[in-house]
């Protein structure tokens, strides 16, 4: 089973109490590879002062790589180098960075998702949150809510749902899924009263993509335009396999509402497995030793769990 490269998010945030839980809690394994800085981490061993904290620390040394004191982007880079040697060997799990100062120490990108794309020299990625339940991917990202309308570009709505379809075929073993895609105006527009993006833009797109289904030989069904109210309820209940959905909070309000704790950040279209938390650095409970690590834990869970359905298909 390929090993796991996990980076230490913000050392300011809970990213580094997230690794000693988790390592306590035994899912680091030893060939894994850690990016934390040594002394960042010993010193939160010794803020938290807890059992598990000792333990935990004990367990990462022997995984970790890095200097003594680390950036939570110098972190990142490094990992990314170490993922890119080895793609097929390793997958990477990230914990949460702070945009803002991560923007301060040199990253130039929105976020993880567009840097390890442009690392990787992709321009098909796409961000997928996957739950025990929901599965949602997002045809535009990190964008304001008011550029939305311009970016949602055939090729940007056809990009995310080829990449989720082949994401559930090829990592989550669905044989036939059948994919919602939500429209972007309340009631789906309704029939162009309330918008005609679903009209001009969103109708077209799903038959390219039940065209293009049918070319590649795929058992996928795209649903929709579907209202988003309507839509995750149908996702819930287990009617539909996943979501496309047209901006950031359309998708991640519902999903957060329900996988809060569990939900993980997949990267579609890499070379390599990439997954995160589903939430952000937490800097105001930092050193407090209540940083709840069950998504960083589903998060490793997760990076294995596909990792090892791609070294299946290789």
């Not at 097929?88 to 929105?110: C, F, M, S, Y």
Request: hydrophobic letters at 45%; charged letters at 20%; proline letters at 6%.
């Amino acid at each position: 089973m390929p090993s796991l490269v996990i980076t230490q998010g913000d050392p300011e945030g809970i990213g580094l109490e997230l690794l000693l839980r988790v390592a306590d809690a035994g899912l680091i394994h030893a060939e894994d590879l850690v990016v934390a800085g040594r002394d960042d981490l010993r010193d939160a061993a010794i803020t938290l002062d807890q059992a598990w904290a000792t333990r935990g620390l004990a367990r990462l040394e022997p995984c970790l790589v890095g200097a003594p004191r680390l950036g939570q982007f110098a972190a990142l880079e490094q990992g990314v180098d170490l993922i890119l040697s080895a793609p097929h060997e390793l997958a990477l799990v990230t914990a949460p960075i702070d945009k803002a100062r991560a923007n301060q120490e040199g990253l130039r990108h929105p976020g993880h998702t567009e840097y390890l794309a442009e690392r990787a020299g992709t321009d098909e990625f796409a961000m997928l949150m996957a739950g025990p339940i929901l599965r949602v991917v997002l045809a535009t990202i990190h964008v304001p809510l008011r550029r939305v309308a311009e970016l949602l570009t055939p090729e940007a709505i056809a990009r995310a749902a080829r990449l989720l379809a082949r994401a559930l075929v090829e990592d989550f073993g669905i044989a036939a899924p059948r994919i919602g895609v939500l429209g972007l105006n309340p009631h789906a527009g309704e029939q162009g009263l309330l918008g005609d993006e679903e009209l001009r833009v969103i109708g077209p797109t799903i038959e390219s993509l039940r065209g293009w289904a049918r070319a590649q030989g795929l058992p996928v069904e795209f649903i929709g335009p579907l209202p988003a109210d309507a839509g995750f309820p149908r996702h819930r209940t287990g009617e539909l396999h996943g979501l496309v959905a047209m901006y950031h909070d359309q998708g991640l309000a519902p999903f957060k509402l329900l996988h809060f704790q569990d939900g993980v950040n997949v990267t579609l279209g890499l070379p390599f497995v990439r997954t995160s938390p589903d939430h952000g650095t937490a800097r105001d409970i930092a050193g407090r030793g209540i940083a709840d690590a069950s998504s960083m834990s589903a998060a490793i869970t997760l990076a294995r769990r596909l990792a090892a359905a791609r070294a299946r298909t290789t």
